[in-house]
């Protein structure tokens, strides 16, 4: 398999660089199979009990956390998969990404299938990076005045991951842990 570095930080906004940083890993690809198993292991020590636990009024629950993992990740690589074939659309908006996790169903849906949803969307997600080419990954489009590339996006998917998983440990599981 092709290894993919790290974007050069011109390729996106400044706020980027936080994400691309998340992962330890120098490869795309490496960075994707730890941040799914640093989720797995994440959900396997939830209780069911927990599924629906908001560590703060206004807060989303665990299973709308992963629901936005999931949700993100398609986003960013339907414009990735744009992007890559010099699709010069408009990037397509995320502003409403609240309101996508709080219509997600969760609330019918256990957490075992929101996990197998989002190990399928992430073996999609290296399927869809793993005949791009350097050209390809490297294509610049730009909305307003930020500019992405696939790259760049296939590194904020690992690293917008990662984020979620530190804040479901540091928010969500301090508490279960403690009581």
Known sequence: ??????????DAPSH????????AEENLFDAFESSKRLTAELIKTIPSSFEEYKYAPGKWTLK?????????????CFNA???????NVMFADYNNRHICALNAN?????????????LA???ATIKLFSYMTDDMLDHKNSRDEFVYTPRSLGWMI???????????K????SKVISD
């Open 1 to 10: 398999m092709l290894k993919i570095s790290r974007p050069i930080l011109k």
């Open 16 to 23: 980027c660089a936080y994400y691309f940083n998340l992962p």
């Open 64 to 76: 709308m956390v992963l629901s936005h993992v999931i949700d993100t990740e398609r986003l960013y």
């Open 81 to 87: 998969m744009l992007f890559s074939r010099k699709d």
């Open 106 to 118: 969760t609330y019918q849906r256990g957490m075992n299938e929101i996990f197998e949803e989002y």
């Open 121 to 123: 969307v992430r073996e």
């Open 158 to 168: 690992a690293g917008h991951n990662i984020h979620h998983c530190n804040v479901i």
């Open 170 to 173: 540091d928010k969500y599981l």
